[in-house]
């Protein structure tokens, strides 16, 4: 009789059981996604930020491979600052040597007001290709209520002790480079700045009538 009742016994879950295996099933997909979701997120702005790093990087070493050997800065001049790098180099260390004007420039390419396209020409400003698209100079400058170039030419002409007008030892000697970069405006890392020096292996004629 004992198992006859036993077998006879079709109880299951109540109602109330069944609402509580839910919820608890609910709070755990909730915990469990808001931490897939933060994983996933600091991945993405990991990522972000090395590609920010190693394409700014690239584009910092070809300027300065191209100025170091430049002979003329026609832009910008001593003492000023700009958003246009414009100089004349050789294109072949040897005989038969052919000049090269090389521009860089920060412009706003897809015309929403805001400038994040470097481009670079070869051919004194008949084309241009971008070379990095997520410069954020002008979104800094915003920020910090300061402008912020991309390019300095270090040391301006100066009135010396008599009076008379006397270049400064870094006159047209040094450029600065300084790009703050972000890949994408919607993650959590901060636009990321890299700068750098660059002094010519030879001795650049600053705006020299050529430019």
């Not at 070809?62 to 000023?80: F, M, S, V, Y």
């Not at 008379?164 to 970069?181: E, F, H, N």
Request: net charge negative; charged share 20%.
């Amino acid at each position: 009789m004992i198992l006859d009742r036993l077998r006879s016994d079709e109880r299951g879950l109540t109602l109330t059981e069944l609402m509580v295996a839910i919820f608890l099933l609910t709070i755990v997909s909730i915990v469990f996604s808001s931490v897939l979701t933060s994983s996933l997120n600091a991945t993405r702005d990991i990522e972000n930020a090395a590609r920010s790093n190693d394409d700014i990087r690239l584009v910092l070493q070809q300027i300065d491979n191209e100025l170091r050997g430049a002979e003329t800065i026609c832009e910008p001049a001593p003492g000023d600052t700009s958003n246009t790098l414009s100089f004349i180099t050789r294109s072949n260390p040897i005989p038969p040597e052919t000049t090269r004007h090389v521009i860089y420039r920060l412009v706003d390419v897809d015309g929403d007001g805001v400038s994040t396209d470097l481009q670079r020409s070869g051919d004194g400003g008949l084309t241009y290709i971008t070379v990095n698209d997520t410069v954020a100079n002008e979104a800094m400058a915003l920020e910090l209520g300061v402008a912020q170039f991309l390019f300095e030419n270090q040391g301006r002409n100066e009135i010396n002790n008599t009076g008379l007008p006397a270049a400064s030892p870094s006159y047209g000697k040094v450029v600065r480079i300084a790009i703050w970069v972000d890949r994408s405006p919607l993650d959590r890392i901060s636009p990321r700045l890299e700068s750098t020096e660059v002094a010519g292996r030879n001795i650049w004629t600053p705006n020299a009538a050529n430019c």
